[in-house]
């Protein structure tokens, strides 16, 4: 089962890094071509809520990433005086802590994505939908979650740290 997990996580590591990456790379283009193109007169049109559209992409999407190879920051002065007991016990209650968060903010980003769809917001100039941006930061968000919980089962394995 682990095996089958660990690769899922690396498909799924794979996926929101490409994400990220092209849409961090289309926000760096785009905004070289905005200055410009304004130096010269004739500014990009929409450039403003392209970049931040993909803002959301380029901060959402890593999330899981992150979290599976444990880039965080975190503080570890209060785990090293545990036992080993007490520091699994830690690390779950802050997994179980996090996991309700982020099943909280999913939840409300695909309530809000629904909004969005319904009511048919799009951006003021060009007119691009807003919903997908939160259905796919929600999904990330949801990600995360089976993130956490696998992390609870490998601290109770032994297998983490």
Not at 92 to 100: A, F
Not at 133 to 139: I, R
Request: proline residues 4%.
């Amino acid at each position: 089962m682990g095996v089958v997990v660990d690769g899922f996580f690396r498909i799924v590591r794979m996926v929101v890094t490409v994400i990220g990456g092209i849409a961090l790379s289309f926000m760096m283009f785009l905004t070289v071509a905005d200055v410009v193109g304004r130096a010269g007169g004739h500014p990009l049109i929409g450039t403003y809520e392209i970049v931040a559209l993909c803002l959301a992409l380029v901060i959402g999407f890593p999330i899981p990433k992150v979290s599976i190879e444990r880039k965080h920051v975190y503080m570890e002065f209060l785990l090293e005086r545990l036992p080993p007991k007490g520091k699994a016990v830690m690390n779950t209650v802050t997994r179980l802590l996090c996991l309700g968060l982020f099943v909280l903010i999913g939840y409300n980003l695909f309530s809000i994505g629904n909004e969005f769809h319904l009511s048919g917001e799009v951006s003021s100039t060009i007119r691009i939908p807003f919903f997908p941006v939160a259905y796919g930061v929600g999904v990330c968000c949801f990600l995360e979650c089976l993130v956490f919980m696998y992390d609870i089962v490998k601290i109770w394995r032994g297998d983490y740290e």
